[in-house]
């Protein structure tokens, strides 16, 4: 079993709205006969009662039913006349309703349809309509500003950060080597926050280039070196050669938001990694790369990264790249926070790439990276 997450890039077809009344917002004249029928009773009565009493009165046969007629046509137009002014705001109504992620969008452009009850329903959902606006704008100045709050602070604490590493390598005093691991431990989750608080405004620090997949792997190795040594887990490189370039296919991506999403995968490898002496095997990450589709429109590299660490159980792959899920290995490690792969997930997604993962518990997991080979998929 394995659980993909697609990169939303967009169809021909998606976002595009259509101009016909779907079938669940549809009023016919049954519904509305059902919704007045004290009047179309009252209306049926009249026509019923009118041709004796015009008998009563002494009109003759063909002037009372000439003139039943005519009232039951006078009646039934009316009605008629009473349906079509309320079908347009009641469909109009039904479709804000049914329009999910576009009702503020819909209900802007809902009119007055000119009768008393539609009139004060179409206020009422203007006034909604404004005040939601309010919470939307004053939701996303707040969002702003603890984002820029962030930024603010992680580079702020970045600076006392390295300047605690640069201290550790200066004595040279190799008693501080776990110290100096837990400094960059620190450092990655305070870069952490930073991906995670830009995560909503990526096209603002987001440029696209073409790299190969060799560098990209080997950017972010460098990133967690110390965390590699000090867990002893070792690195195979060699099912990234393509041909006979070891670094492999080339893909488009940002490097530093590709290094960041490979730094969090090797920080889950290393966090479940095997234990020698209980599993009887070493730790090892093996990184590898494969071109499917090729010659084709949908042609996509694959960047898979493989541990042979405690896996995933078959209940939780479904969920590993939801915010805040940690799975039983999170619980029982009491080390997880359920950010890492939903930032991997995000991040993927807003850069137009797919992310999957598969896994056998007490044996591996694998996770694979799928880059458009064609930029013009990418998101701009």
């Known amino acids: 079993m394995s659980a993909r997450r697609d990169g939303g890039r967009p169809t021909d077809t998606e976002g595009e709205r259509s101009g016909a009344i779907p079938a669940s917002a549809r009023f016919g004249i049954a519904e509305y006969l059902g919704a007045h029928a004290g009047q179309a009773l009252l209306c049926l009565a009249m026509v019923a009662a009118a041709w004796p009493l015009l008998r009563a ?16 046509l006078g009646l039934a137009l009316l009605l008629l006349s009473g349906y079509l002014r309320e079908r347009r705001c009641v469909e109009d109504l039904r479709r804000v309703a049914d329009s999910g992620p576009d009702t503020l969008s819909l209900a802007a452009e809902v009119t007055h349809p000119g009768f008393a009850e ?7 959902l203007q006034a909604t309509l404004l005040a939601a606006n309010h919470l939307v704008s004053e939701a996303t100045s707040r969002e702003a500003d603890y984002r820029d709050f962030i930024e603010t602070w992680v580079h702020e604490a970045k600076t006392p950060l390295a300047a605690a590493e640069l201290m550790v390598q200066n004595l040279g005093d190799d008693r501080l080597r776990p110290l100096s691991r837990e400094l960059e431990r620190v450092n990655a989750y305070v870069e952490q926050a930073l991906f995670y ?9 987001y440029l696209v280039r073409s790299c190969k997949v060799g560098e990209l792997v080997r950017a972010a190795l460098k ?10 887990v070792s690195v195979d490189l060699s099912g990234l050669a393509c041909g006979d370039d070891p670094d492999g296919p080339t893909v488009y991506c940002d490097p530093k938001w590709l290094e960041f999403v490979l730094g969090q995968l090797l920080d889950n490898a290393v966090r479940y990694r095997c234990d020698p002496q209980v599993d009887g095997r070493t730790p090892r990450i093996r990184f590898g ?3 499917e589709g090729g010659g084709r429109a949908g042609e996509t590299v694959v960047l898979s990264v493989t541990d042979n660490g405690c896996g995933i159980r078959e209940a939780d792959l479904g969920r590993v790249f939801d915010k805040g899920f940690t799975g039983a ?13 939903y930032l991997v997930a995000t991040l993927c997604q807003k850069m137009g790439l797919d992310v999957g993962v598969d896994s056998e518990e007490g044996a591996w997991t694998r996770v694979d990276v799928l880059f458009p080979a064609n930029r013009s998929r990418m998101v701009s």
Not at 197 to 205: I, T, V
């Open 118 to 124: 539609g009139d004060g329903a179409v206020d009422a």
């Open 289 to 291: 790369a494969r071109v």
């Open 329 to 341: 290995n999170g619980r029982s490690r009491r080390r997880s926070t359920g950010i890492g792969l």
């Open 57 to 72: 009165v002494g009109a003759t046969r063909d002037a009372a039913t000439l003139l039943d007629l005519l009232l039951a």
């Open 197 to 205: 608080a830009r995560g909503a405004s990526l096209e603002r620090d």
């Open 223 to 232: 990133s967690r070196m110390s965390q590699l040594i000090g867990a002893h």
